[in-house]
Protein backbone atom coordinates (compact mmCIF):
# COMPACT_ATOMS: atom_id res chain seq x y z
CA UNK A 1 0.00 0.00 0.00
CA UNK A 2 1.15 3.26 -0.84
CA UNK A 3 1.62 6.20 1.33
CA UNK A 4 -0.35 8.45 -2.04
CA UNK A 5 -3.19 5.76 -1.83
CA UNK A 6 -3.44 5.99 2.08
CA UNK A 7 -3.85 9.89 2.01
CA UNK A 8 -6.35 10.29 -0.43
CA UNK A 9 -8.29 7.40 1.21
CA UNK A 10 -7.74 8.87 4.40
CA UNK A 11 -9.44 12.54 3.18
CA UNK A 12 -12.10 10.47 1.76
CA UNK A 13 -13.44 9.06 4.94
CA UNK A 14 -12.75 11.92 6.99
CA UNK A 15 -14.62 13.60 4.16
CA UNK A 16 -17.51 11.19 4.48
CA UNK A 17 -17.90 10.85 8.20
CA UNK A 18 -17.97 14.83 8.47
CA UNK A 19 -21.05 14.69 6.75
CA UNK A 20 -22.04 11.88 8.46
CA UNK A 21 -22.42 9.63 5.63
CA UNK A 22 -22.07 5.89 5.71
CA UNK A 23 -19.89 3.96 3.05
CA UNK A 24 -23.49 2.74 1.86
CA UNK A 25 -24.95 6.43 1.41
CA UNK A 26 -21.25 7.27 -0.06
CA UNK A 27 -21.67 4.92 -2.64
CA UNK A 28 -25.33 5.55 -3.95
CA UNK A 29 -24.04 9.09 -4.59
CA UNK A 30 -21.31 8.28 -6.44
CA UNK A 31 -22.63 4.87 -8.51
CA UNK A 32 -19.71 2.82 -7.13
CA UNK A 33 -20.06 -0.13 -4.87
CA UNK A 34 -19.42 -0.16 -1.29
CA UNK A 35 -17.08 -2.43 -1.27
CA UNK A 36 -15.01 -0.20 -3.35
CA UNK A 37 -15.87 3.05 -1.28
CA UNK A 38 -14.00 0.70 1.67
CA UNK A 39 -10.65 -0.22 -0.40
CA UNK A 40 -10.38 3.13 -1.77
CA UNK A 41 -10.78 4.59 2.24
CA UNK A 42 -8.10 2.09 3.36
CA UNK A 43 -5.50 2.93 0.56
CA UNK A 44 -5.86 -0.47 -0.74
CA UNK A 45 -7.38 0.70 -4.27
CA UNK A 46 -5.29 2.69 -7.02
CA UNK A 47 -8.18 4.99 -7.62
CA UNK A 48 -9.03 6.01 -11.29
CA UNK A 49 -9.02 9.84 -12.03
CA UNK A 50 -13.20 9.27 -12.85
CA UNK A 51 -13.46 7.35 -9.69
CA UNK A 52 -11.83 10.13 -7.74
CA UNK A 53 -14.44 12.85 -9.71
CA UNK A 54 -17.24 10.89 -8.82
CA UNK A 55 -16.35 10.56 -5.31
CA UNK A 56 -15.71 14.54 -5.02
CA UNK A 57 -18.82 15.03 -6.70
CA UNK A 58 -20.52 12.83 -4.09
CA UNK A 59 -18.83 14.40 -1.34
CA UNK A 60 -19.48 17.96 -2.62
CA UNK A 61 -15.96 18.91 -2.75
CA UNK A 62 -13.22 19.47 -5.52
CA UNK A 63 -11.16 16.63 -6.17
CA UNK A 64 -7.86 18.81 -5.08
CA UNK A 65 -9.49 18.65 -1.55
CA UNK A 66 -9.24 15.12 -1.95
CA UNK A 67 -5.29 15.23 -3.03
CA UNK A 68 -4.32 17.80 -0.20
CA UNK A 69 -1.41 16.07 1.77
CA UNK A 70 -0.85 18.66 3.92
CA UNK A 71 -3.06 16.93 6.70
CA UNK A 72 -6.76 16.22 7.52
CA UNK A 73 -6.81 19.91 9.94
CA UNK A 74 -6.03 21.62 6.40
CA UNK A 75 -9.16 20.31 4.54
CA UNK A 76 -11.24 22.72 6.83
CA UNK A 77 -9.38 25.73 5.28
CA UNK A 78 -9.74 24.50 1.65
CA UNK A 79 -13.23 23.73 1.88
CA UNK A 80 -13.41 27.43 3.94
CA UNK A 81 -11.50 29.01 0.71
CA UNK A 82 -14.22 27.37 -1.43
CA UNK A 83 -16.74 28.34 -0.05
CA UNK A 84 -15.46 31.98 -0.11
CA UNK A 85 -14.74 31.78 -3.92
CA UNK A 86 -18.15 30.60 -4.71
CA UNK A 87 -19.64 33.22 -2.71
CA UNK A 88 -17.39 35.72 -4.64
CA UNK A 89 -18.31 34.35 -7.72
CA UNK A 90 -22.48 34.61 -7.04
CA UNK A 91 -21.89 38.61 -6.12
CA UNK A 92 -18.99 38.99 -8.84
CA UNK A 93 -21.84 40.56 -10.84
CA UNK A 94 -24.21 42.51 -8.69
CA UNK A 95 -24.28 46.24 -8.53
CA UNK A 96 -23.40 48.33 -5.15
CA UNK A 97 -27.21 48.48 -3.98
CA UNK A 98 -27.98 44.76 -4.05
CA UNK A 99 -24.29 44.27 -2.52
CA UNK A 100 -25.08 46.73 0.07
CA UNK A 101 -28.33 44.46 0.72
CA UNK A 102 -27.12 41.46 0.85
CA UNK A 103 -24.34 42.62 3.10
CA UNK A 104 -26.95 44.41 5.31
CA UNK A 105 -29.02 40.51 5.25
CA UNK A 106 -25.75 38.88 6.60
CA UNK A 107 -25.11 40.89 9.49
CA UNK A 108 -28.76 40.16 10.65
CA UNK A 109 -28.82 36.72 9.71
CA UNK A 110 -25.51 36.48 11.95
CA UNK A 111 -26.77 38.30 14.72
CA UNK A 112 -29.74 35.80 14.45
CA UNK A 113 -27.29 32.69 14.15
CA UNK A 114 -25.36 33.82 17.18
CA UNK A 115 -28.62 34.71 19.38
CA UNK A 116 -29.76 31.68 21.98
CA UNK A 117 -32.82 31.55 20.20
CA UNK A 118 -31.89 29.95 17.53
CA UNK A 119 -28.78 27.56 19.66
CA UNK A 120 -31.77 26.47 21.42
Known amino acids: ?5 KSVGGNV ?6 QGLTQEELAERTGLQESYIGSIERGERNISLLSLEKVAIG ?4 PKTLLNFRGVDSLDTIEQNELVKAIDTLLS ?3 SSELKFILNFLHD ?3 FVDSKEFKS
Do not use: A, C, H
Open 1 to 5: MSDFL
Open 13 to 18: RLLRKK
Open 59 to 62: LGVS
Open 93 to 95: DKE
Open 109 to 111: LSI
